[in-house]
């Protein structure tokens, strides 16, 4: 019988939160044409000029979220290996980050090594992008082409959609609403303006009009990271009977100076104030796992700001990380691809 490996790919960090590392990261990572989507001259200078003050900002910041095994994001997701390797009844599990270790590259030799043939491959990103789910699909081919490596892949879709993630959502949230917050706020990670334009396959359907996210069906739904993070929350607000006015969208982390996907957290975040909310419940769902962008940007930052602002109370929810219903909802997704 033939074994099928099931691959889990996540996005990487540095080595060390030294500042050396970090710069050697953020290089490889912003020199990826699908992160930063322009011609290498003009991507190279860009980057290199990232690079004079950003490495030690970022080090610093990777300094205060760093554990004793190292990445949060690498830990979390060794863990999320752990727990779904015993459910998955097909052949191994290995994980994988897209920039630095463990490589996608030193995970599918040790899958060749153990006679695997077919490869269930997963990147951890619940919406659509290119500078998340193509770069690591695209990687991992080229591996196989260059390496001659005798695998096959199967790819499974962002899982926005699927109701085992969604469930999984909920079920992180569910426990914090016994706890009178005033407000939910769903924080995505943000994208160029730019790049939502360029996936959309009608070349007329995004970013024109206020709605248009809820108006986004067939393939400009599939290819719109926005209107899937609206999908998303629409999931989490529907299972759990949350009301119009107790939530609210928002992107972080934006990078550079181009137009970022909007609202913005850091935005979003001092309205609520203004508008009297005092005790703030967050919540990042384009993350599967917890990270820099999650713990250092909103779990510190952002509730610093909040509580400058007036607020009282700030809890950031953690992400489905290993959360026995996300194990169960990754094996139940990874599984469709595995041919009966
Ligand atoms: C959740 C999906 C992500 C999308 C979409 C995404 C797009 C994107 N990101 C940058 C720039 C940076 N992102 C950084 C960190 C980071 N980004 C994601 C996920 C997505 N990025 C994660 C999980 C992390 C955390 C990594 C970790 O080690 O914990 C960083 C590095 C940190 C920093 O210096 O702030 C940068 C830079 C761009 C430009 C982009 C889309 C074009
Ligand atoms: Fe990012
Ligand atoms: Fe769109």
């Not at 979220?65 to 060794?78: A, F, K, V």
Request: hydrophobic share 40%; net charge neutral.
């Amino acid at each position: 019988m033939t074994r099928r490996a099931l691959l889990l790919v996540n996005l990487g960090s540095p080595a060390s939160p030294q500042v050396a590392d970090v710069r050697r990261y953020l290089n490889e990572f912003l020199m990826d044409p699908y992160v930063i989507d322009l011609p290498w001259p003009v991507r190279r200078l860009l980057v290199s000029l990232i690079l004079i003050k950003r490495p030690e900002a970022s080090a610093h910041a990777y300094q205060s979220i760093w554990w004793p095994q190292g990445s949060p994001l690498i830990e979390l997701t060794r863990r999320l290996q752990q727990a779904v390797l015993p459910q998955w009844s097909h052949g191994p599990v290995e994980m994988a980050m897209r920039y630095g270790e463990p490589s996608i590259a030193s995970a599918l030799r040790r899958l060749a090594e153990q006679k695997v043939r077919e490869v269930v491959f997963m990147p951890l990103y619940p919406q659509f992008a290119d500078s998340t789910v193509t770069t690591c699909v695209e990687e991992a081919k080229r591996i196989i082409v260059e390496q001659g490596l005798p695998l096959s892949l199967q790819v499974v879709p962002p899982f926005y959609a699927q109701p085992a993630y969604g469930k999984a959502l909920a079920a992180t949230v569910k426990p914090y609403l016994q706890d009178n917050f005033d407000h939910l706020l769903f924080s995505y990670h943000g994208l160029p303006e730019r790049h939502l334009h360029k996936a959309d396959p009608s070349k007329n359907h995004c970013l024109r009009g206020a709605d248009c996210c809820q108006q986004a069906s067939g393939a400009v739904l599939e290819n719109c990271y926005r209107a899937q993070c609206y999908a998303t929350t629409q999931t989490v607000v529907n299972q759990l009977g949350l009301s119009d006015d107790f939530y609210s969208v928002a992107f972080q982390s934006r990078l550079g100076r181009a137009k970022w996907i909007e609202p913005y957290t850091e935005e979003s975040i001092d309205a609520l104030a203004a508008r009297g909310v005092k005790r703030l419940l967050v919540m990042c769902p384009a993350f599967v796992a917890d990270c820099l962008e999650t713990l250092e940007e909103i779990g510190d930052r952002a509730r610093e700001q909040f509580l400058a602002a007036g607020g009282e109370a700030f809890e950031l929810i953690p992400c489905l990380n290993d959360h026995p219903t996300w194990v169960e909802a990754v094996v139940k997704i990874a599984g469709y691809r595995v041919e009966p």
